[in-house]
């Protein structure tokens, strides 16, 4: 079992609202991420890091922002809320197995803007 | 472009049988393959990961197999449950990614009926 926590699991919110999505983990790893998923669709990276002070974009172009000040935590910011970023997001950590990375997900916020 | 495509979209089948959810992927250089589990407003969860030496896996009633040369995989449940309901999702990591960045398929919705 995972030890990677999101909060809210749950959040309705009125466009133009500015939003932070919680993430934190208790495992010590180095690498966290964050994906958009859509219903039926596959999981976009949005922003991922190597480590603290270390933030990068991800491959599906987002207006979120993340920040990334202690290994633990990796909140990500949306400055105004519109409709358009109604989604789940979902935030992953990662510890290197062997040659391969194993990811953990965190249980996800649901993300609906009015 | 590195992608990965699963089939069938969707599946229903009745408890206690047996199915096959199949992957396509070219990803390249490949380093490794997942499925993973995704229970309806949950983050993933892995179920097995298998390296490009390895052509089976299993996890309980969950068997993986990988063909690298044809670049395919498929997930075999045995004797479903009604809790093996959710989308199952083929994951594959390419080697040139220190990253650990993964391509996600869409997934299989497969639902279980008693």
């Known amino acids: 079992e995972a030890d990677i926590y999101q909060t809210p699991r749950y959040l309705v919110i009125g466009t133009g609202k500015k939003i932070t999505l919680e993430c934190s983990q208790t495992?010590?790893?180095?690498?966290m991420y964050w994906y958009q998923q859509d219903p039926g669709m596959e999981l976009h990276l949005i922003h991922y890091s190597y480590g603290v002070n270390s933030t990068e974009k991800g491959d599906l172009s987002s207006e979120s922002t993340v920040s990334r000040i202690r290994t633990e935590h990796f909140p990500l910011t949306l400055e105004s809320a519109r409709p358009s970023h109604t989604s789940q997001y979902l935030c992953?950590?990662?510890?290197?197995?062997?040659?391969?990375?194993?990811?953990?997900f965190g249980p996800g916020t649901r993300l609906t803007v009015t | 472009k590195n992608q990965v495509e699963q089939s069938p979209q969707s599946l229903i089948i009745l408890e206690g049988k047996n199915c096959t959810l199949q992957?396509?992927?070219?990803?390249?250089?490949?380093?490794?393959l997942r499925w993973y589990k995704q229970d309806t407003g949950r983050g993933p969860v892995s179920l097995t990961i298998?390296?490009?030496?390895?052509n089976t896996k299993s996890n309980g009633r969950y068997t993986a197999t990988l063909d690298a040369d044809t670049k395919q995989s498929s997930l075999h449940i045995t004797a479903s449950q009604l809790s093996d309901s959710a989308s199952y999702i083929c994951?594959?990591?390419?080697?040139?990614?220190?990253?650990?960045?993964?391509?996600f398929g869409r997934g299989t919705q497969l639902t279980v009926w008693p």
């Open positions: 992957c396509n992927y070219t990803v390249s250089p490949f380093s490794n």
């Open positions: 495992m010590g790893h180095d690498k």
């Open positions: 992953a950590s990662s510890v290197e197995r062997g040659l391969s990375y194993e990811q953990y």
């Open positions: 994951v594959v990591s390419d080697r040139g990614s220190t990253l650990g960045r993964l391509y």
């Open positions: 298998m390296t490009f030496s390895e």
